[in-house]
Nanobody, 123 residues
């Protein structure tokens, strides 16, 4: 009923930039918070950045000043602009959204995840 589709991952050299996109579609009544998580091999998944429907954004300390999260509510899309990338940013990046579904399919608020996109930064 709800789908998150990510795009924009890839390989880049250290110091380069990438922009991730995540578009939500389906029986959406309201998108509450949206965010990006990442998981590197052998490590736990961590929050990279989050943006609520209103209010200030939130970033992991390791990406502050380098990454920018934004959202286009008209397109139900969240973006992650990643600049000054470092090898330690290499991970699978996943989009997350807390979505309230339409009353026609049973109004319910749940967390949804994208399929994940690989970001590889070489030194």
């Amino acid at each position: 009923q709800v789908r998150l589709v990510e795009s924009g991952g890839g390989s880049v050299q250290a110091g380069g930039s990438l922009r991730l996109s995540c578009a939500a579609s389906g029986s959406i009544f309201r998108i509450n918070s949206m965010g990006w998580y990442r998981q590197a091999p052998g490590k736990q998944r961590e929050l990279v950045a989050a943006i609520p429907s209103g209010g200030s954004t939130n970033y992991a300390d390791s990406v502050k000043g380098r990454f920018t999260i934004s959202r286009d509510n008209a397109k139900d899309t969240v973006y992650l602009q990643m600049n000054s990338l470092k090898p330690e940013d290499t991970a699978v990046y996943s989009c997350n959204a807390r979505i309230t579904t339409s009353p026609y399919v049973g109004m319910r608020t749940s967390d949804y995840w994208g399929q994940g996109t690989q970001v590889t930064v070489s030194s």
